[in-house]
């Protein structure tokens, strides 16, 4: 058994939109900036805690497998609700499964966390036979955001998305890689210097040098060039990031999926979130191959190429 079966998806909908006209009242700001910096129009914010908002995500996505299968749940995310126990024993709980073998933890590894999970839970599957495995990346990234400024208040909102998946077949190839860095991106536990801080100029160089990196990495493994692969779902950071990419690449720009526009940054959720959002519109069928490639704080990256 190579790889993983994708058997559902599910993310939660966040109803509280903000979006930039209201952050023109928030802080010395502009749509016309925010739009033609970064791409983004407005975020989901959520009074809900990750445990609360990954539930909601995790219950669609259980809602027609059998739930008796679930073996091993494991949650990404920067923004647990406590620091014990782990968002993921909580999610077990609120979804009811306390009652079956069960392995669940916690992923931190920011931006890059569910592409992390992937290839964790790819490994671990494959010593639990027939089991089921529910990734879930889930953030409130509000609780996090200093809402006076400006250099990071208009890129994050809150969200989360959840998978099942079981052992199978199918492709999968993987590449993960770090560098400690706290300077670029942190959000310490200091409760004077508690909120996320960002150098932008430092990540965007860093994203348009590790993007690549990674989506050549797992084409490498696979023996596959850009052209067999039907979407590459980014870590939803930035439209000029992904912008970047598809133009070295010289590929069509729908080749790379955004929905950052309507979400902003939703860390270790944007890929799931994104990946749940199209198979509901229908635009991942059955046997497409996609690479979602994960970059942030950590420094973290890396990319998985599956099929679906
Ligand atoms: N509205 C208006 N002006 C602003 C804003 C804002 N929201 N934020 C900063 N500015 C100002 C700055 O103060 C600066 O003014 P100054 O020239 O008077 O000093 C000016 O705009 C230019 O600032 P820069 O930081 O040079 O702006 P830049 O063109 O680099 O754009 C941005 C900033 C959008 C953050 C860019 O660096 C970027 O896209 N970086 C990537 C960041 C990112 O994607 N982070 C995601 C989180 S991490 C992750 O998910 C991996």
Not at 37 to 49: A, D, E, Q, V
Not at 166 to 188: D, M, P, T
């Amino acid at each position: 058994m190579k790889g993983l079966e994708v058997l559902s998806t599910g993310y939660a909908k966040i109803n509280h939109i903000l979006d930039n006209q209201q952050l023109e009242k928030m802080v010395d700001t502009s749509d016309e900036w925010i739009v033609s910096r970064t791409g983004i129009k407005k975020r989901h914010i959520s009074c809900k805690n990750s445990v609360d908002l990954a539930i909601e995500a995790a219950k669609e996505a259980i809602k027609n497998i059998d739930q008796s299968k679930i073996g091993l749940i494991v949650c990404a995310t920067m923004t647990p609700a406590n620091r014990m126990p782990s968002n993921a024993c909580l999610i077990q709980a609120g979804l009811n499964l306390n009652e079956q073998d069960m392995m669940c933890f916690d992923i931190s590894a920011a931006c890059s966390g569910f592409v992390y999970a992937m290839t964790i839970v790819n490994s671990l599957l494959k010593t639990m036979d027939d089991r089921y495995a529910l990734i879930i990346g889930s953030e409130q990234l509000s609780s996090i955001i200093d809402y006076q400024d400006r250099n990071t208040c208009i890129l994050f909102g809150d969200g989360a998305g959840a998978m099942v998946v079981k052992n199978s077949q199918h492709a999968f190839y993987s590449y993960q890689n770090s560098a400690g860095n706290q300077e670029v991106l942190s959000a310490k536990n200091d409760p004077q210097d508690y909120f996320l801080k960002m150098k932008g100029q430092e990540v965007f160089k860093f994203a348009i040098k590790v993007i690549p990196e990674s989506i050549d990495q797992v084409l490498n493994q696979a023996g596959l060039t850009l052209d067999d692969i039907d979407y590459v779902i980014c870590h939803q950071a930035n439209y000029r990031i992904i912008k970047h990419v598809y133009k070295k690449y010289r590929c069509p720009s729908d080749k790379f999926y955004m929905n950052l526009d309507e979400y902003g940054n939703t860390s270790a959720a944007s890929i799931p979130l994104a990946l749940a959002t199209m198979n509901e519109k229908g635009l991942i069928k059955k046997g497409m191959k996609l690479i979602l490639v994960g970059f942030g704080g950590g420094l973290t990256w890396g990319a998985t190429l599956i099929e679906w």
